[in-house]
């Protein structure tokens, strides 16, 4: 299938509320639609993972960061921009995603990716993706699609055809957790 055919089809299932296996700009991850507290349900019943153990939301842009959260740290912007490699950050104040993906804090952990399938998948569903590593909860991460068990493959409600043979050298994103006042903590290097 092209890769113009598997975004449409994406993007389609997505807005029926289905969860995917998919291309990230880092590791392969099962997604839904961010904002849809079912679709995220699907997701944390199929890892085994318990919903006080929060999943990234991926963004195609910094601009859009004031749609889901209620303050946006100006050092953010600047954060974002200056990282060579994948940055995940958690910033306080999530709002207008699922309730189910927010931490109990009310913290969101958001990564603004670079990659052309996730970037056209988001903006023409113009929602964010759920993006979580493509294993069962305490299990090692998948690195390839090679590596995905059969049990992660048959419980998503597609697996997207395209850079599946792609190894990316990218390993896991770098996290930090941001506050309002700009201080922020490396969680995971």
Sequence with gaps: MSLELEISKSVDL?????????????????????????????IYKLKGRSESKGMI?????????SKYLKDVPPIAYDLIENSKTPLTIVYPGAKNL??????E??????????????????????KPLVSTSANFSDQPTAATFGQIVDGIKNG???VVTVFQDKVRSVKSSTIIRLENDGAFTVLRA
């Design 14 to 42: 997505l807005k029926k509320g289905k969860i995917l296996l998919y291309p990230t700009d880092t590791i392969w991850g099962i997604g839904c639609d961010a904002t849809n507290s079912k679709s995220v349900q699907k």
């Design 57 to 65: 939301v991926l963004l195609d842009s910094p601009e859009k960061l």
């Design 98 to 103: 699922a309730k189910n993906i927010i931490a």
């Design 105 to 126: 804090d009310g913290s969101i952990a958001i990564r603004i990716i670079n990659d052309e399938y996730c970037t056209e998948i988001i903006r023409l569903l113009d």
């Design 156 to 158: 998503v409600d597609h």
